[in-house]
């Protein structure tokens, strides 16, 4: 059982990129499954989770909203964000994490240039 994350690079100011977590040993849907991010020498900060059985369930922290997009897409298992008009304040180590235990993944690394 485990969460992978990808999708992570360096980025302008105002560039877009799309992470995605894979998950293996089990079903995501409907399980609830966010996204969170720590910034170097800070400590960790929610941005997103979805949940439901087709991931009609979405909730974003208030400096992302309107610019970040959570998405799950069942065949493939796999739950992605879309993170556009990016700032350097998104930068960040972003991972996917199962609320109910814990569970999450090892992160992606976002950096955003000013």
């Known amino acids: 059982v485990q969460l992978v994350e990808s999708g992570g690079g360096l980025v302008q100011s105002g560039g877009s990129l799309r992470i995605s977590c894979a998950a293996s040993?089990?079903?995501?849907?409907?399980?609830?499954i966010q996204w969170v991010r720590q910034p170097p020498g800070m400590g960790p900060e929610w941005v997103s989770t979805?949940?439901?059985?087709?991931?009609?369930?979405?909730y974003y922290t208030a400096s992302v909203e309107g610019r970040f997009t959570v998405s799950r897409d069942s065949a493939r298992n796999t739950v992605s964000l879309q993170m556009n008009n990016l700032k350097p304040e998104d930068t960040a180590l972003y991972y996917c994490?199962?609320?109910?235990?814990?569970?999450r993944g090892q992160g992606t690394q976002v950096t955003v240039s000013s």
């Open positions: 979805i949940s439901g059985v087709s991931g009609e369930y979405t």
């Open positions: 994490q199962r609320p109910s235990d814990g569970l």
């Open positions: 040993g089990f079903v995501l849907s409907p399980a609830s």
